[in-house]
């Protein structure tokens, strides 16, 4: 085992929390996550799926100090909103599902927002089926630590044959001003039968103290339905996160994720699909533009259980100053899973001596009769590039923000989403020039 | 405007220039001929301020101005444009977007208001015409994919929309077939002013014929070892380059 006495400890302490906490519902999942926590404990840094992310030594102070309630006096949730966008709006604060700042603009037909215990309570047949049916909690401790302390969580339910034309926005806002926040938090999320839906993921923390944010979504795309799902880490303060995104993909449908990180202290996103499909097409994209201290990890499993998909990864990263990149992309390709293609790119900038990226693509193919292939990069930016731009009269700052911004542009290119790509747009700029 | 004195310069510890002499006045179109290895490329690329070049030697006054002490980008502000051998490919970057902001730079940097977007879109269509390149070019990704003649109409293109004192072409003419030649040839030929000077660089006479000299120099081995007129350059063309190695063996 790789704990530490400390982390011994700890693990133990959490599950002490657990057994004198009042849960509303799904005591009997949580149970059994709470048991598989404590075989599991949280990963040391000779845990080689946590090698580089030593973030369980960074929260150990912050989850010795318990569990306690967090409220914020937060009403106004202005300043996290993406500019003209029309959409769905889903409010966390510190981890609280919070119905009063949240507004839903589509009809009941269309979509359904639930809090997790308020479903549960309802006996929602969809939460029994799914919720924890995706994460494995069996193997991964922050799977098993969420699922057993999550606090609050929501369910989206979009039924069958439906085009939700308006985008679901869950912010996801941390007030750190007067205390340290853990908020172990839930999403299950059901697009129907050749329904079409697109959530996006925001991030916000403000004040100083540290935050932990353990996030699960688990999202079920039905067949031949579509999910546009984005995520967007742009975090103020000092925040600390494991986020989980657990996506399952039936026959014939369509999944584009895009993953945007900025900002933080230590983040860790699970990125996992399963294509238990055939003829399933998806994109995703991932981009990291990190400096300082950040350190921004990514885990990425696709795993092709059924023949006949397509799947392709892009993710692009550019460090500056002590930050820290990690990417892992698995690959796997079931025994059954013939004329699978599946293609993985990851791609960096170093601008500084010491900032570092940790790369590793893991494939692994059991099928014979398969398109595979990956490939990763990491360099400097081209100074014969910066040097024909400067010979035309530009300065060298705003020749290297030109060129970073044509690297991190391509993976926006793809989104359909015109309001969300021009904000996105909007801030990747914002630090491009910011960060030179 | 450009006045060189024994300007010497290396790359890597190797001495490529030694002892370059050269003026060049307003109106006037020079061209700089010699083998392969003379210099002739890297002495364009220290008067644009590549920083692989480390100058030894010398002076480069341009308009007044100690040339050797500003970076690349001031040089391009100050009027030098020079056009690559091999332009580069920027995927991301259209070269519409690309010479809006290096204007923008220059005309901040002359303390003028930036081109609104439609100054900018005349003029750019008047230059485009002018060098018989199309505007699906211009919004693609700067040369990327471009074919050797498009590049190079390109860096004509550019030319012109900067507007500089002092154009240095090196090797335009390589890679360009007969056609392609004539069409760069001639965007260049209407540029030209009395008010502005011309360095072209090239192996060949071929370019020479489209756009005409007043004076030609032979460089090698780091060094003009000849000058001449234009006449020079036909003589260069029939006889190859040993006689000129040859002659400066027996000096």
Known sequence: MSSTSTTHDLNREIADAFRRTEFPSSRELREEAIHHFEKLGLPGNKNEEYRFTPITRALEPMLSAGFGETPSPITDITPYLIPGYECNCIVFVNGQYNEKLSRIISPENQLTVRSLHRASEEKSVLVRDYLGKLVDFKTDAFAAFNTALWKDGVFIHVPANTILDKPILVLHVHDANHQPVISPTRLLMIIGERSEASIVEKFDTIGMHPVFSSWVDEIVVGEKATLNYCKIQNDAGSLYQVASTLIHQHDGSKVNTFTLTLRGKIIRNNFTIAVDGERCESHFYGLYLLDKDTLADNHTTVDHRQPNSFTNELYKGIMNGNSRGVFNGKIYVRPHAQKTNAFQSNRNILLSDTAVVHTKPQLEIWADDVKCSHGCTSGQLDEEALFYLQSRGIDKANAQALLLYAFAGEILEPMKDEILKKYLHSIISERLHKSL | ?251
């Open chain 2, 1 to 251: 405007m450009l006045t060189i004195r024994d300007l010497g310069a290396k790359v890597e510890e190797k001495q490529i220039l030694n002892g370059i002499d050269l003026k060049v006045n307003a109106g006037e179109i020079h061209a700089i001929m010699g083998p392969n290895g003379s210099g002739k490329s890297t002495l364009a690329s220290v008067l644009a301020g590549r920083e692989d070049y480390e100058v030894t030697g010398g002076t480069v006054d341009f308009e007044g101005k100690d040339l050797l002490t500003l970076k690349p980008e001031e040089r391009a502000r100050e009027g030098i444009f020079m056009a690559f051998q091999y332009p580069v490919e920027i995927p991301g970057v259209s070269t519409i977007n690309f010479m809006k902001t290096a204007i923008n730079q220059i005309r901040n940097h002359r303390g003028q208001q930036p081109l609104d977007a439609v100054s900018f879109l005349s003029l750019m269509k008047e230059k485009m015409k002018l060098v018989g390149i199309d505007q699906s070019l211009l919004n693609r990704s700067l040369n990327e994919g471009f074919s050797g003649g498009e590049k190079k109409r390109n860096e004509i293109f550019q030319m012109a929309m900067l507007d500089p004192k002092l154009a240095i072409l090196d090797e335009t003419d390589s890679g360009l077939d007969i056609d392609a030649l004539r069409i760069v040839a001639n965007g260049v030929n209407k540029l030209r002013s009395k008010n502005n000077a011309i360095i072209v660089v090239t192996h060949y006479q071929r370019l020479l014929d489209y756009i005409v000299p007043d004076f030609v120099h032979v460089l090698y081995n780091g060094k003009i070892v000849k000058s001449g007129k234009k006449e020079l350059a036909l003589e260069l063309e029939a006889k190859g380059y040993d006689w000129i190695k040859n002659e400066v063996a027996v000096l």
